[in-house]
């Protein structure tokens, strides 16, 4: 079947604007989590959805990012007045359910480039 | 502060050697470590869970063990080739909370060379 599906796979916008990155999940899967990766550094942990909530937003740099998944399914993370500093791949996951014995599978990521 | 730590950074071995990365952790209260590859530009794809009560995980030529007491995991490459260089990522679900969020290493680039 389909895997997780990120779009664009590139974004480049300039410092102070708006922009929206896509996450498809597998289809089924319940819980859904967003990480960035910036250069030579391993995924940190943004948020986590189980459904249609936010169950654990505590990764979030600040309050120009928010994330929504309104019918469970794909969600969106959006950030607001963007800066240099946010520039990174951001990769979304998906794992059946929220249970800690399944896996996490990953999309190929969204590379943004803020200038 | 819960975190991972891989060493080497950086690995180059001929072709056909087997090999050994190293992932550490800081707390050994876990609920299970996925190791995943990650190619050049490209998402992550996993090779390999282990749950807390598990000591190996086997799939093909790799060889995932755990030890958690002493906090720790390796991930043995039995017959490098050249196709299995990539960087190598470490991830642990600590048991501290509700959330399932994986917490990375830095990972260990690896070079096979021909």
């Known amino acids: 079947g389909a895997g997780v599906s990120q779009t664009p796979s590139n974004k480049v916008t300039e410092k102070g604007k708006y922009v929206e990155l896509r996450c498809d999940p597998i289809s089924g899967h319940t819980a859904l989590y967003w990480y960035r990766q910036s250069l030579g550094q391993g995924p940190e942990f943004l948020i986590y959805f189980q459904g249609t909530g936010a169950a654990d937003d505590s990764g979030l740099p600040n309050d120009r990012f928010f994330a929504v998944r309104p019918e469970g399914s794909v969600s969106t993370l959006k950030i607001q007045r963007t800066e240099r500093g946010d520039s990174a791949v951001y990769l979304c996951?998906?794992?059946?359910?929220?249970?800690?014995?399944?896996?996490?599978?990953f999309g190929p990521g969204t590379r943004l480039t803020v200038t | 502060k819960q975190e991972v730590t891989q060493i080497p950074a950086a690995l180059s071995v001929p072709e056909g050697e087997n090999l050994v990365l190293n992932c550490s952790f800081t707390d050994s209260a876990i609920y299970n470590l996925q190791w995943f590859r990650q190619d050049p530009g490209k998402g992550l794809t996993s090779l390999l869970l282990i749950q807390s009560s598990q000591r190996e995980q086997t799939s093909g030529r790799l060889n995932a063990s755990l030890d958690k007491s002493s906090g720790r995991s390796t991930l043995y490459i039995a017959a490098s080739q050249p196709g299995d260089s990539a960087t190598y990522l470490c991830a642990v679900v600590f048991a501290d909370g509700a959330t399932n969020k994986l917490i990375f290493g830095t990972g260990t680039l690896l070079a096979v060379q021909p």
């Open positions: 996951a998906s794992s059946l359910t929220s249970g800690w014995a399944y896996e996490q599978y």
